[in-house]
C-alpha cells in the first residue's frame, strides 16, 4: 500500500500552485544567481561614484599640498579640490550652496571638520575619510623623514601561506576557503529552506486530512505507520524532483555564461561544474538523512493537531531546532574544527547542516564523519518508530490537543 500512498501524495501536490510557484521561484533565484556578475557590473557602472568635489581651508599651511598629491593618486575624475585662503570661511560657505559643492573642508591639525549639505551620505563621508587618512599618513611619514619606498614597507602585508598537514608531499595549499565558505552557505541554506518547507509541508498534509475527516477512511484499510510513511516518501519525491529542477537551471545558467552569450565568458570558480562529486554526494546524503528525521517528527506534529491552523503552534519548536543547526553551522565557519562545531555535527538534529559544512570547509577526521552518519541513521530509525507511535494515536485523536503526558499514556496503551 505504501507506493499508493507515496503516488496519491505526489500527485495531489505536484500540480498544487504553491508547488509549481516555489519551484518556477526557485529556477528564477539561480538563473538570478547565474547571471548576478552582469547585472552587478551594470549597477555599478549605473551608480558610479561622482567627483568628491570640496573646498579647503588649511589653517596649518602643511597639509594642504599633501592632500592635493593623494587626490592627484586617485585620478583627475575622483577627487577635485579648491583652496581658500584663511578668513575667507563665510564666502566658501556660500560658494558649497550656490555652486553645489559637495562641502568644504577645514583643516586644524590634528582635528578636521567638513561642512555639507548632506551630512548623512554616507558613501561620500566614508570616501571623504579614506582621503584623510592616506593624506594624514603620508604628511607624518615625511615629518619623520620616510620615503615612498620606506612607507611602501612599513605597510606592505605578511604574504601568509596556510598549508595542510597531509595535504600531499608537495605541500600543495588547500582550495580557496572564500569559494568554498559561499558554496558551503549556498548549499546549507538549501537544506535549511527545505527541511522546514516540507517539514510544514507533512505536518499541513497530515492536519488536512485529519480535520476533513477522510483519515478515518483512510486508516481503516492501511495501517496509520504506513499512512505516515507513504506521505513521507511522496513528498521527499516532490522535492527531490524540486531539487532536480533546481539543479538543471543552475546548471544550463552556467553553461550559457561560459558559453559567453551574454557578453564576455565568466567564471566565479564557484560553479556546479567545479564541486567536488564527492561533496554532492555527502550534499544528498545529510539532505536525504536530515528530511526523513525531521519529516517524521513534523507528521507526529501534525497527526496531535485536530485543525490546519493549529500546526504552526506545534512545529514551531522543530523550526527552532532547524534554526539552531541553521546559526551553528554558519558560525562554525571561522573554525569548522573547533568544539562547537564537532558537538553540534555529532547531534542528530543539527548534524545534517553543521557536518556538511565542516566537509565543505575543512577536513574532519573520518571516525567523525562516520559517527555523524551513524548517530543521524540511528536517530531516523528511532524518530520513526517514535513517531509512528504518536502518529498511530494522534490521527483518531480529535477535539482539545493533548497533553504530552497524555500522548505517552496512549503510546504506552
Known amino acids: 500500500m505504501i507506493p499508493v500512498l507515496v503516488k496519491r ?17 526557485g529556477v528564477l533565484v539561480f538563473i538570478g544567481l547565474g547571471f548576478a556578475p552582469v547585472l552587478m557590473e551594470y549597477f555599478a557602472a549605473a551608480f558610479a561614484e561622482d567627483t568628491l568635489d570640496i573646498l579647503v581651508v588649511d589653517y596649518t599651511g602643511e597639509f594642504l599640498p599633501v592632500l592635493a598629491e593623494v587626490a592627484a593618486d586617485s585620478g583627475a575624475e575622483a577627487v577635485r579640490i579648491e583652496a581658500v585662503p584663511v578668513g575667507e570661511e563665510s564666502t566658501a560657505f556660500q560658494r558649497v550652496i550656490d555652486e553645489g ?3 568644504l573642508l577645514l583643516v586644524d591639525l590634528p582635528e578636521f571638520a567638513f561642512t555639507t549639505l548632506d551630512a548623512a551620505n554616507y558613501a561620500q563621508n566614508s570616501r571623504l575619510q579614506n582621503l584623510l587618512d592616506r593624506s594624514l599618513t603620508r604628511l607624518n611619514a615625511r615629518n619623520l623623514g620616510l620615503g615612498a619606498d620606506e612607507l611602501a614597507k612599513l605597510f606592505a602585508a605578511a604574504d601568509l601561506q596556510v598549508r595542510q598537514i597531509g595535504a600531499g608531499e608537495d605541500g600543495e595549499e588547500g582550495g580557496d576557503f572564500t569559494s568554498s565558505a559561499v558554496l558551503a552557505y549556498f548549499m546549507i541554506f538549501m537544506i ?8 510544514n509541508m507533512v505536518a499541513s498534509g497530515v492536519a488536512e486530512e485529519k480535520s476533513s475527516r477522510i483519515m478515518e477512511v483512510m486508516i481503516a484499510k492501511v495501517k496509520p505507520t504506513e499512512l505516515m510513511f507513504g506521505k513521507i516518501l511522496g513528498i521527499g519525491a516532490l522535492g527531490l524532483m524540486q531539487f532536480a529542477i533546481w539543479v538543471a537551471a543552475a546548471l544550463a545558467t552556467n553553461a550559457v555564461r561560459r558559453a559567453g552569450l551574454f557578453g564576455l565568458p565568466f567564471d566565479t570558480g ?9 561533496l554532492l554526494v555527502w550534499f544528498a546524503v545529510f539532505f536525504i538523512l536530515g528530511f526523513f528525521f525531521y519529516a517524521s517528527i513534523y507528521a507526529a506534529g501534525g497527526a496531535v493537531v485536530s485543525r490546519v491552523e493549529e500546526v504552526n503552534q506545534v512545529v514551531t519548536i522543530l523550526t527552532m531546532l532547524i534554526v539552531v543547526g541553521f546559526i551553528v553551522a554558519f558560525m ?21 547542516m553543521v ?7 575543512g577536513s574532519p577526521p573520518a571516525a567523525q564523519v562516520a559517527a555523524s552518519v551513524i548517530l543521524l541513521v540511528l536517530a531516523v530509525v528511532c524518530g520513526a518508530w517514535l513517531s509512528g507511535r504518536i502518529y498511530r494515536v494522534g490521527v483518531l485523536l480529535y477535539g482539545k490537543r493533548p497533553t504530552f503526558r497524555e500522548i505517552l499514556r496512549y503510546m504506552r496503551g
Open 9 to 25: 501524495d505526489f500527485a495531489s501536490r505536484v500540480r498544487g500552485m504553491p508547488y509549481v510557484i516555489t519551484t518556477v521561484l
Open 101 to 103: 559643492r559637495d562641502g
Open 192 to 199: 535549511y529552506t527545505c527541511l522546514i518547507m516540507y517539514g
Open 270 to 278: 564557484i560553479s556546479l561544474g567545479n564541486v567536488q562529486p564527492v
Open 332 to 352: 562554525s565557519f571561522t573554525n569548522p574544527n573547533g568544539r562547537l562545531a564537532v558537538i553540534a555535527s555529532l547531534i542528530p538534529f543539527t548534524s545534517p
Open 355 to 361: 557536518m556538511f559544512a565542516r566537509l565543505t570547509l
